[in-house]
């Protein structure tokens, strides 16, 4: 079956240091990979996405992910975080016509 | 100016009640969708259209019922509210349904709290 693991509930990372939010997935063919970002009490933001090529993607805000097809992984990261990107991250493989999330990965920026 | 919009963002009723949250996209997107956010944050998703045709249904129960009276709304109601439906509910559309590189983009949210 179809699924995206986020092993992390929670990240913290002082502000000006490298973020990192892990994302491993279990696919059957091609994975077709996204990240998603929620701030509190708004809707999900579309960041980035992989579906073939170049296995570093870069996405919105500074972010990029890494497509590691080896390690079925798919990190988010960034090199310099801020305490505006505390949020929660959702990993997400597509599956037909629907997305399959990750149980979302807490990220809290500190000053 | 907003892409996929929601209304209400907030509700709050009684169980036992019948209540509609209503989505409009202005994307000129043919497939539009919702998700079911639980109180654990965890994201799942309900129904998908592809202009005015329902193409996914996971397994909700037949309480939800779905409408897209157009391919830029798609509407979700719901019957005989119960505690459990108590949860954030997404829409989100995306171009079209048959493309894996398609982005879906989803809405503020609408906050259900049935009491």
């Known amino acids: 079956a179809q699924s995206v693991a986020q092993p992390e509930d929670q990240v913290n990372v002082a502000e000006g240091n490298p973020l990192t939010v892990k994302c491993t997935y279990s696919v059957s063919g091609n994975p077709y990979l996204f990240w998603y970002v929620q701030y509190p009490n708004r809707g999900l933001q579309f960041l980035l996405k992989?579906?073939?090529?170049?296995?570093l993607v870069k996405g919105s805000y500074g972010f990029e992910a890494e497509f590691n097809k080896s390690q079925t992984s798919f990190h988010l990261k960034k090199p310099s975080a801020l305490v505006s990107d505390s949020a929660l991250y959702f990993c997400a493989v597509r599956l037909y016509n629907k997305l399959i999330f990750g149980a979302g990965t807490r990220l809290a920026v500190h000053p | 100016d907003t892409a996929v919009s929601q209304t209400p963002k907030y509700l709050v009723t009684q169980m036992g009640n019948d209540k509609s949250i209503k989505c409009e996209q202005n994307l000129g997107h043919d497939t539009m969708y919702w998700y079911k956010q639980d109180s654990k944050k965890f994201l799942k998703i309900m129904f998908s259209?592809?202009?005015?045709?329902?193409?996914i249904n996971e397994t909700v129960p037949n309480r939800f019922s779905p409408k897209s009276p157009d391919k830029a709304h798609l509407n979700l109601h719901i019957n005989s509210l119960e505690l459990g439906d108590s949860a954030v509910y997404f829409c989100?559309?995306?171009?079209?349904?048959?493309?894996?590189?398609?982005?879906?983009?989803f809405g503020p949210g609408t906050r259900l709290l049935v009491l």
């Open positions: 989100a559309s995306s171009h079209d349904w048959s493309g894996a590189q398609e982005t879906q983009y």
């Open positions: 259209y592809n202009n005015k045709e329902l193409i």
């Open positions: 992989y579906i073939t090529g170049d296995n």
